[in-house]
C-alpha cells in the first residue's frame, strides 16, 4: 500500500474534520462506527507523520495536543457506549436534548 505524505498540519486538519463529524447530534450508531473505522484507518495510514521531527510552531503543537485529547476522549465514549446495552443507548439519544 502506498501512502501520501501528509504534513503534520494536514494531518491535524482532517483529524479535526473527522472528530468534528463524529460530535454530531442524531449520529446513529452505525454511521458513528463507521466514522470511527475510517478515523482509524486514516491513522493508520498518516498517524506516523505526527512523528515526524520537523519543528512545530505554538499553535500546531496546541492543535496537536487537543487533537491528542480529543482522541482519548472519543476512546473513552466508544468504550462507555460499547458497555452499554443497546436499549439504554438509544434510550439516551432519544431524550438527549
Known sequence: MVSISLSTTDIVERVEQMLDAL???GLSAKDFAERCFALEEFLALHGDGLFKTEKLDD??????L??????????????VK???PGKLQK???DNDD
Open 23 to 25: 460530535s454530531l447530534l
Open 59 to 64: 499553535t500546531t503543537r496546541d492543535r496537536v
Open 66 to 79: 487537543t487533537v491528542i485529547a480529543r482522541l482519548d476522549q472519543l476512546q473513552k465514549r466508544a468504550a
Open 82 to 84: 460499547a458497555a452499554m
Open 91 to 93: 434510550y439516551i439519544a
